[in-house]
Structure formats: C-alpha cells, structure tokens
C-alpha cells in the first residue's frame, strides 16, 4: 500500500518532495520527545509509511483530497521541535512536512502584521522584522529552526512573554486553514476561531498560511546575574517582573547546578560556581540599573552583551532558556528529565512549594522558572530538572506538585486532552467542522477514536 501511495504523491508534488527512505521516514517520524522517558518508550517506533512535502497549497490540497478519499492518517510536521510527541504519526500514513511551504506572503509596515506560509522558520521572521522595526510578541528557545506552524500548533509562549504574554494573547491575526475532506477547502479564521488550532497538535485542521501580530522592536540588551541564594534571585526576578515600567523579554532563573551546564556562558565568566543564575533580556542602557537593583538581593552581575550584537554571537542567552535549559542538562547528565508546572506568583508562597519539593526530592531536583504574563497576569512558570527515568517517580513527583497547588502540565504524555493548556471544546468544535474523518494525527485526543477507514490502514 505504501508503494502504491508513494507513486501518487510522486504524481501531485514531484520526486524531491516524497521520501520513503527509512532514514528520512524515521526523522521525519519524530520530534523531541526523547527528552521525557516516558514518550521515548512509547513513541520511538512509530513511524510513517511515507513522508510529503509539497512545495504549494495547491499540491497540499491534492494530497489531503487522496488522503481524505481512502482513509489515510495525516500528520502535519513543522520542524519537529517539539517535545511530546506531536508530530508523531501514531497510526502511520503520511507525515506531511511543511519545509517547502516556507514563503514570506506579505507584510504591513504599518500594522506589524506578516503573513507566511505554515513551513517559515520563526527566525526569519525574527530576522525580517527586526530589520523594519518590529519583533515577535513571543518565541520558543528553538525559535531560530521552529517553523511558525508547529510553534503555533504544539507550543504555548517562551521568550518574550514577560512582556506581550502567550499565543492566546494576541499573537495571531488570522489563519488560513485547509479541510482534512476530499473536497480539502481552504478557510480564513480570525478572533476566537484561532483557538481552535492553537496549541492543538494539528488535530483540528492543517494550517497553510498565518497572519502573526508582530510588536514594536526594542534594542535588548542580555545580562546573567548571580546570587548566592536561589531564594533572593526568586525574590529579585518578582519585583523586576512586577515593574512594568521596565522592559524585558525574558527573566528565566536557575538554580544551582543548573548554570553549570551552559558550557559557552560558563567559557565566557558568566557563570559563579555555586551560584543560582537569573537571565535577562533588558532595553538598553538598562543593565546597570537592573544590575544595582539586585545587589540588596546578593546579586553580582557576571555577563553582559550590548543591544548591537543581539542575535548575532556564537551563542545568546535564548539559547539557555525554556526548553533549552533541559537539554544543556540532558548534554551533561542524560539522566536528568523534566516537568512544566505552574508555581504560585507570590514569591514567599513559591518559596515554600519549593521547599517542600526540596523535602520530596532530595538531591533529584534542581529549579528553573521562567516569569511570563498569560492574559495579563503574572505567572511564575517552572521546568524543574528531576533526575528521573522511571515513570513511577516521575508521576509521583507529579501527584506531589499537585498536592501543593502548582498545577502541572504532563509532558510526558502525547494526549493533547491531558494538558490543562489546551482550549478544550474550542478545539474539538474545530475538529468536527475541519477534520470531521479524525484522519488528522489520530489518536493524540484520548476521546477521539480512529474512523473505520484509519482502522482499515
């Protein structure tokens, strides 16, 4: 059968955009989701019958109208950046990988609204706009390889949130989205529509073009402050992150050894051993004010790079932060994974969640939160190093979480209805209307069953 599809998709998108090599089909196949145990286990032997990558809407329309004809699983791919298996194909078919879809559409000078296709990296777009004057409202620390469609479409927020908040505050203007049917139309979605695919693992339909909000640019300056004690840098990054009359695009702390993994910033004297590290983007000629700030803290500033060479080093502080943070971990130590939870904002209340978890886990944790606004509100976000690699303990660090009310989103799970982040019936809403066959990455919804045309594949 997957001989047979092979020779048809050749026929729609041409020879270079269909791969039925087992080492394309396996990369192709899979995204980070060996960063938890747990989904390494379950997901490393899935695999698609074969990979597309159409190079026009137009093939992807003919490709989706087969698909949809005879029952065929599809799985939309962007970069493959992501961490719980999204892109994923649980029921092979075929992966379709968007890296020809890779255009520039359009861009409003005046608004700050581009428009692309789902397959361009969120770097070029950081690129191009910052060259006229605008910026991403927000990014993930794999933003210069992240392609914008699996950003939107498996992500949350990341760099930049601090200040313009997550991808459900304002970050698309419109969507255009193609049916999974045999009819494979195509419709624009603005305001709450969105939402329906935000964060949706490609269940709801396959996004082909975005309009992103970009925001004004502001030459940031990076900054790595020291602290003897975890506590004060926690206490320093909530009084920064409070005053909004300073600018920043990321505060992200990390407690000891943490800052010992990230070898360049350590090279380059950033790094105090012992110490807890506090990140920072800041407008400027404002590091020296921030850096006097946290001094009654015990902060000692040990790094700095100007707004001139912003994005341009061998290395940026972007690069140790979110997600990032689990791999420089993970390069040093494969036995540690992680979990994303949410801590309470109240620093002193945080600090005594920690305290407990300190209590629970030994010398199997070390911190790392990051402070972003989600719907205005201040949120202390956290993805703690737990040196784990049985599913027990790492369920059971989850439950304890749970118990002093820092809610936690699984990442070592690949059900989509299992995050608490997701837009619930929003989403399903927009899979029955756009994907009414659930040929689309079948089986990441725990109550969405394969059709009997999927089953038969």
């Known amino acids: 059968m997957a001989t047979d599809l092979a020779e048809v998709m050749r026929k729609i998108v041409g020879e270079k955009g269909v791969f039925t090599d087992a080492r394309s089909v396996a990369v192709f196949s899979r995204d980070a989701f060996y960063y938890s145990p747990v989904l390494k286990a379950q997901l490393e032997d899935k695999l698609a019958d074969l990979i597309v990558a159409p190079q026009s809407v137009a093939e992807l329309q003919k490709v989706v109208s087969h698909a949809a004809r005879e029952g065929i699983p599809v799985t939309v791919r962007g970069a493959g950046t992501g961490n719980y298996g999204q892109c994923v194909p649980l029921h092979g078919g075929i992966v ?41 409202r927000c990014y993930p620390s ?3 390889t992240a392609a914008i469609g699996g950003f939107v479409g498996g992500g949350f927020g990341g760099v930049g949130s601090i200040r313009n ?19 494979a139309k195509t419709h624009t979605l603005e305001g709450h529509d969105v939402f329906g695919f935000i964060h949706a693992y490609g269940t709801s339909g396959i ?26 840098a926690l206490r320093f990054s909530h009084q920064l992150a409070l005053d ?55 902060g000692k500033l040990t790094y700095t790079a100007p707004a001139s060479a912003y994005h341009k080093g061998k290395f940026c502080l972007s690069d140790f932060s979110w997600n990032h943070t689990t791999l ?42 990051e402070y972003i606004r989600q719907s205005g509100e201040l949120v202390l976000a ?56 659930n040929l689309l990455n079948p089986g990441k919804i725990s109550s969405q069953p394969l059709t009997e045309k999927a089953r038969l594949w």
Request: hydrophobic share 45%; net charge negative.
């Open 244 to 298: 909004e009359s300073e600018a920043k695009r990321l505060i992200s702390l990390n407690e000891w050894p943490i800052p010992s993994f990230f070898r360049p910033l350590v090279d380059a004297g950033g790094i105090i051993e012992g110490q807890a590290a506090v990140l920072l983007e800041l407008a400027e000629d404002r590091t020296t004010a921030v850096a006097e700030r946290a001094a009654p803290y015990g």
């Open 382 to 437: 956290a993805l703690d190093l737990i040196y784990y690699q049985d599913k027990e303990p790492i369920y059971a660090a989850i439950a304890r979480r749970e118990e002093l009310g820092i809610q936690v989103a699984d990442p070592h799970t690949f059900l989509l209805d299992a995050d608490p982040r997701w837009s619930g019936e929003v989403v399903l809403a927009a899979r029955a209307r756009y994907n009414p066959h």
């Open 207 to 232: 996004m082909v073009g975005l309009e992103v909000s970009l925001v004004p640019a502001v030459p940031w300056e990076e900054a790595v402050i020291c602290f003897p004690d975890y506590a004060d």
């Open 328 to 369: 420089w971990a993970m390069k040093t130590d494969p036995g540690w994974t992680y979990l994303q939870s949410r801590f309470s904002p109240e620093p002193e209340k945080a600090l005594e969640q920690i305290s407990a978890l300190r209590a629970f886990h030994g010398d199997k944790v070390a911190f790392h939160h």
């Open 142 to 144: 794999t933003w210069a």
């Open 96 to 136: 379709v990988s968007t890296h020809r879809l890779n255009r520039i559409l359009d861009f409003d000078g005046a608004s700050g609204v581009i428009r692309v296709e789902a397959g361009v990296r969120m770097g070029q777009i950081e690129r191009f706009a910052r060259e006229r004057g605008w910026e991403l």
């Open 165 to 183: 908040g997550v991808l459900w505050d304002g970050f698309l203007k419109s969507i255009a989205v193609l049916e999974m049917t045999e009819e």
